[in-house]
């Protein structure tokens, strides 16, 4: 692990590594990404996988509960060569679905679906505009909050998150 990847390391387990993603700049953004260079999670050893679940639930808790996420969602995307199976850990805050909701250019998102009376949105589309304003952004907004070099010092220095 290099110096720039050490600064955004929050955990390390025997199989995984936690991390903030290097490239977002909505704080709390974590990656955990498996240390045996696989793709495929039924090649993981079984204690990989017993690991993976709690990892999980202490992180989502973390963001949840400390640092008031409104939502936590947690996927598997992309298919990247060089890079070990790994999860994306994207919180929502209630700040960030003000901002989805202030930017007009999202409202286009609605109509690739069935109408609805109810103005509303899914993870899919707040997924979508984190990637797209906090990740690919060269200047991406304003952040409320603690920035991301805040919460990787709140997180790091939880001794049992899931307390």
């Not at 906090?134 to 991406?140: A, D, H, I, N, S």
């Amino acid at each position: 692990m290099d110096d720039h990847s050490h600064k955004f390391k929050i955990l390390e387990t025997e199989h995984w590594l936690v991390n903030h993603r290097t490239d977002s700049a909505l704080p709390g953004y974590l990656m955990i990404g498996s240390k045996k260079f696989t793709n495929d999670l039924w090649e993981l050893p079984e204690n990989a996988l017993a690991e993976l679940g709690p990892l999980f639930a202490r992180f989502q808790r973390a963001l949840r509960l400390r640092l008031d996420a409104k939502r936590v969602y947690i996927g598997r995307y992309g298919h990247m060569p060089g890079y070990p199976i790994h999860f994306h850990v994207i919180p929502i805050y209630n700040w960030v679905e003000s901002l989805f909701w202030q930017d007009e250019r999202y409202r286009a998102l609605a109509g690739f679906g069935e109408p609805t009376e109810e103005l509303d949105t899914d993870g899919a589309e707040l997924t979508f505009f984190v990637w797209r304003e906090f990740c690919e952004r060269r200047v991406p907004p304003p952040v409320s909050g603690p920035s991301v070099s805040e919460i990787i010092g709140i997180l790091r220095g939880t001794d049992r998150i899931t307390q």
